[in-house]
């Protein structure tokens, strides 16, 4: 069974840093890329960043290009989004989700999703 577990939120000061955790279960991350997206209250959900471990593409999304970095670690099966420069407009339920492709996208389908995990970035 896929099973994702998102983990690391939590409320930050402005201009501070997270790290996210998507631990991944049920399935191999050379299989499988891995999107982060969030939705914050009364808006869209929108994808943040993806990355496919065995071909090494990542996205990012314009608005975190130059503060988030994605990675994976394939041997705990756990792919990571380190935000710095935090913003109070990154506050939002931050998602993990997968597919089995090796060319991710910000815009495809994803099939699996995880529960999400709460950032609060504050002013």
């Known amino acids: 069974e896929v099973q994702l577990a998102e983990s690391g939120g939590g409320l930050v000061q402005a201009g501070g840093s997270l790290r996210l955790s998507c631990a991944a279960s049920g399935f191999n991350l050379d299989d499988y890329a891995i999107g982060w997206f969030r939705q914050a209250p009364g808006k869209q959900r929108e994808g943040v960043s993806c990355i496919s471990s065995s071909t090494g593409n990542t996205d990012y999304a314009d608005s975190v290009k130059g503060r988030f970095t994605i990675s994976s670690d394939k041997a705990k099966n756990t792919v990571y989004l380190e935000m710095n420069s935090l913003k109070p407009e990154d506050t939002a339920v931050y998602y993990c989700?997968?597919?089995?492709?090796?060319?991710?996208?910000?815009?495809?389908?994803?099939?699996?999703w995880g529960q999400g995990t709460q950032v609060i970035v504050s002013s």
């Open positions: 989700a997968s597919d089995r492709t090796g060319f991710p996208t910000l815009t495809m389908w994803y099939e699996y």
